[in-house]
C-alpha cells in the first residue's frame, strides 16, 4: 500500500475511521431511489401550485412566471437540497431502497454536495429526462451519475454490517500540541491511507511498518503547522493528527446537529 493509494470500492474508510464494507449500489436501486423521489418532488409542486392558485389567478403574466420559477427552483433544487443535507445522504426514495449519497472518501454529504447533485439534476434528471445519468451511471464503475462526478459523490448500499476500526488514545505528550495546531487541510488520500495503516500495523512486519510509517507522517507533516516537536515518532504524529481531525469533526456535527434542533425547536414556536 502506498501513502496515495485510495481506498477499494468495497471498502470506504469514514472521517470517524469506520471501515464500511458497503458496496455501490445497484442500477435498479438508483433508478427505483430516483423515481420515488420524482413522485414525490411532483406531488409537492402540484401541492404548492394548488395553494398558490389564487395569487396566480390574480397576477399578472409576468408575476405568473416569476412564481413558477419560484416553486420549480424550491421543488427541484432547494427541498431535495435541504433533506440529503439533513439527513447526510438520504431521501425518501433512498431510504425505502436502503441507500444513500456518500463522498469518495466515504464520509457524509454536506450542502455543497448536496447543491450540486441537486443543480445538475435539474438539468441531467428533469430537462434531459435522465437520459445523461442513465448513460453515465452504466457506464462508471460506482454507478455514477454526473451530478455524482461534479459533486464527488457516489450512492451505496446501506443494508450491510459495519466493521469498527478505533483508532488508538491520542499520545499524552502530543495532547497540548495537537489541540492548537492546524491539520485542516490535509491530502484525503493520504489520511485515508493513513486510517488503513493504523488499522492494520499488528499484520505488517516491522521494518515495512517504520518504512511506511515514516513515509505517510512525511506526507502529512509539510500540510500541518506548527510541525509536532521535534523526535517525535511518526507513528504516534499520525495517531495525534487523525485523533484530533476526528474530535474535531465530532464537536462540528454536534454544533450542526444543535442548530438545526434549535431551528426546529424555533419553527414550531412560530
Known sequence: MSATSG????????GEAVVLGLRAASFASRMLAAALDAVVVLIVFAAALWGSSTLLNEADEAAVAAIGVALSALCLIGIPTAVETATRGRSL????????????????????????????????LWALVGSPAIICSLVNSRGKRVGDLLAGTYVVRERTAARHVPLPPMPPELAGWARTADIGRLPQATVTAARQFLARTATLNPGSRSALGAELADALVARVSPPP???????RFLVAVLVERRDREFVRMERREARTRDLERSIGRA
Open 93 to 124: 426514495g433512498k431510504l425505502a431502497l436502503g441507500v444513500r449519497a456518500v463522498r469518495d472518501d466515504g464520509g457524509p454529504v454536506r450542502f455543497r454536495h448536496s447543491l450540486v447533485r441537486a443543480v445538475v439534476g435539474l438539468f441531467e
Open 7 to 14: 481506498e477499494p470500492v468495497g471498502e470506504i474508510v469514514t
Open 229 to 235: 516537536p521535534a523526535g517525535t515518532d511518526p507513528e
